[in-house]
């Protein structure tokens, strides 16, 4: 097991044409929001992980910039060989890109792969999960199985698919479906102090 204090984040805008039943309940100016107040609240404090998405990767990377930590070091991205010509090319200035094996040319064992590299073989604090499609609820179950110690935040106010979980998670401060301000949210579930300092490092 790795990186003891790791985040580990499933977060991506429903596509209206792949899942358009997604895309019907998400709430998208909040699927920004989250985002950007869960690596306001955790870069620098904890080890932030994700499947790498190229709408999220370019937003983490600058925001790192802006609270003067290093990308390189604070944050691990993981993405699988067979979108290997999908991948932006910002990817390839960093060392925190773990690249998967491309499994048969098939789409879906290669997430799932990459899902179990990912999930399995690093130790988290706690998995937040944002909007999404069908694969948020694959990677939240997984999680779970994976991580039975580790704290679940399913953000129902994004919509999307993580709504799905609703009956798998217990809320009963309701501050999941109800609380917007992300950043409060985050400092409470992920028990991340407000005036906990960042770890300032050269950046990578």
Known sequence: MTKLDAVFLSASVPDPIKEPEYAATAHVPAISAAVSALVFVVLGRRHLIWGGHPAITPMIALAAEQLGVSYSRSVTVYQSRYFEDELPEANAQFPNVILTASVNKDRKESLALMRDEMLRKNQYLAGVFIGGMTGIIDEFRLFR?????????????????????????????????????????????????????????SRG
């Open 145 to 201: 199985e994976w991580q039975p110690n580790a704290t679940t935040v399913p953000v129902f106010s994004t919509g999307g698919a993580v709504l799905e979980l609703a009956q798998e998670t217990e809320d009963p401060d309701n501050e999941l479906r109800s609380n917007f301000d992300y950043v409060d949210l985050f400092h409470k579930k992920l028990d991340i102090r407000i005036d906990e300092p960042r770890e300032r490092i």
